[in-house]
């Protein structure tokens, strides 16, 4: 009975150490290939912008100075209202240019009344000079006199004009519409005509400048792809937008005017002016932007997240692809400027291609990879979202996505 029962826990062990061996060599097996996040990069229509400082400028500026001399009697208008083309907006003492009017007309009609005498002698010359009865001479004399009475009658008249001009002049008005500053000069102040010291600044503020630095390189390279054909406006004037001082963005956008014909010596840019509505007053002159200016539209450009972008010892920008062997490759880029969370890549890759996004760190050249699509919207500690594995073959972090084709 004892050897029985012996036999019996034997066979009951047996089998259980050839479970324990098999759990043994399971754990033992090697895992698959690690699991990667990627991308595949295809071309796409990409607007191009550049970001740079500015300042705002009025779109007209006049300072107001006084033509004539006197003393000012009184202010017409309130510092800081808006102001319209012709408004008087000062008065300066018009007495000494009444007076003026009056003797230039007086000296017109005494011009006027000379005339009539001259051409009644120079008729009565006429006839007596045909019958002999005068000298010849005498004659030409009259004819001459005559002349000169036309004559003093148009400088007269032209005094007496010149006379009411000072005489309106001593209205200041606006010579354009627009927000008037703050007054220089005050009641009973002396002001002379051609003074230095304008009596205030007026200022158009709508539509306004922005007046913007730009690198006379970076222009020259945006020329020449425009003329390559690389980029396109569609027809357009490139358009601007605006970034005020608080991080707010102007809500009207901008048109680019022109761009200075020259190039500042001593910071080698050049000045960009683009025009802006102002209907609501908000962009004052000197305020500082930054303008985002829209170069045009590339339309086969590749974008590729910046995350997936790394530096080689020379600083050259490379990303990892998964080739058509599913093994992993390195490539060299040009990537010359961002655009928001991607680098903008023109050369190092073709259209399709996979790049690592995930799970790349501990990867080398000629290492067999599996693909799955990147979700740029899962939580990830470094893997590929959903991803089995990681570049070090680590455990699973979630549910196996659909394998990037």
């Known amino acids: 009975m004892l050897i029985n029962r012996f036999a019996a826990a034997a066979m009951l062990v047996a089998p259980l150490a050839a479970c324990g061996g098999g759990k043994e060599q399971a754990q033992q097996q090697p895992a698959g290939p690690p699991q990667v996040g990627v991308v595949a990069v295809k071309s796409e229509a990409v607007t191009l912008t550049t970001v740079l400082p500015g300042r705002t400028v009025a779109y007209e500026t006049s300072e ?3 033509q004539v001399n006197g003393l000012i009697l009184a202010r017409l208008f309130t510092e800081g209202d808006q102001v319209t083309k012709g408004q008087p907006l000062y008065r300066i003492d018009p007495q000494p240019y009444v007076t003026q009017v009056a003797s230039a007309r007086a000296a017109l009609a005494r011009a006027q009344s000379a005339i009539a005498s001259s051409a009644a002698l120079q008729r009565r010359y006429g006839e007596l000079v045909k019958i002999n009865a005068i000298a010849k001479q005498d004659y030409e004399n009259a004819i001459t006199s005559a002349a000169q009475a036309r004559a003093d009658v148009a400088a007269q008249q032209a005094a007496l004009r ?68 690389d980029l396109s406006r569609g027809g357009q004037a490139a358009r601007v937008q605006l970034r005020l001082e608080d991080g707010s963005v102007y809500p009207i956008e901008g048109t680019l005017q022109f761009t200075d014909v020259s190039v500042d010596p001593a910071t080698g840019t050049q000045t960009i002016r683009a025009r802006f509505p102002n209907p609501r007053g908000l962009l004052l002159p000197g305020m500082y932007v930054r303008a985002e200016l829209i170069e045009g ?42 655009i928001g969370d991607n680098w903008l890549v023109t050369a190092g890759l073709k259209s399709g291609e996979k790049v690592i996004v995930e799970g790349g760190m501990m990867l080398r050249p000629g290492m067999p990879v599996k693909a799955v699509a990147w979700n740029p919207n899962a939580k990830s500690a470094g893997q590929p979202s959903g991803a089995q594995g990681s570049g070090q073959g680590g455990g699973n972090a979630g549910q196996p996505q659909q394998e990037a084709k």
């Open 64 to 66: 107001v100075r006084p």
């Open 162 to 229: 010149s006379a009411q001009i000072d005489l309106s002049r001593t209205t200041v008005r606006a010579p354009i519409s627009g927000r008037i500053g703050r007054s220089i000069a005050t009641t009973g102040a002396l002001v002379t005509a051609g003074q230095t010291d304008p009596l205030t600044t007026i200022q158009r503020l709508d539509p306004i400048y922005v007046d913007v630095p730009q690198s006379s390189a970076d222009l020259l390279a945006l020329r020449q792809k425009i003329a390559a054909g």
């Open 297 to 338: 539209t590339q339309g086969d450009a590749l974008l590729v997240p910046q995350r997936a972008v790394q530096r080689d010892e020379k600083g050259n920008p490379t990303v990892m692809v998964v080739g058509a062997d599913n093994k992993v490759q390195m490539r060299k880029l040009t990537a010359p400027r961002t």
